[in-house]
């Protein structure tokens, strides 16, 4: 099983960037689909980013498509999510998740294994 632990978060202005870094540990980190997820106060918790074992594959959701990036690098066991132009609406808890599944599902359910969250906070 792996263990997820989040970094990276903070407080930013509008427009600005944060790269959050998951770090994982235990089963090998190669052998599963990584994804990111954001819980803002109030609301339902929701899909950001996607990638595959490889990694050669990623998927967004379209609010942040052309914004955010999400890469891994299996040798490090870490997965990361650059995110430019932030917005004030995107203040929330963001997790990373894993999952088995080959294929990068959105839905949160699919994601078996989840790390404590970051706090990242957009000032207007």
């Known amino acids: 099983q792996v263990h997820l632990v989040e970094s990276g978060g903070g407080l930013v202005q509008a427009g600005g960037s944060l790269r959050l870094s998951c770090a994982a540990s235990?089963?090998?980190?190669?052998?599963?689909?990584m994804g990111w997820f954001r819980q803002a106060p109030g609301q339902e918790r929701e899909f950001v980013a996607g990638?595959?074992?490889?990694?050669?594959?990623?998927r967004y959701a379209e609010t942040v498509k052309g914004r955010f990036t999400i890469s891994r690098d299996n040798a490090k066991n870490t997965v990361y999510l650059q995110m430019n132009s932030l917005k004030p609406e995107e203040t929330a808890v963001y997790y990373c998740?894993?999952?088995?599944?080959?294929?990068?599902?959105?839905?949160?359910?699919?994601?078996?294994?989840w790390g404590q969250g970051t706090q990242v906070t957009v000032s207007s």
């Open positions: 235990g089963r090998p980190f190669s052998s599963y689909t």
């Open positions: 990638i595959s074992r490889s990694g050669y594959s990623t």
């Open positions: 998740a894993a999952t088995t599944s080959v294929p990068i599902v959105t839905p949160q359910y699919n994601y078996n294994l």
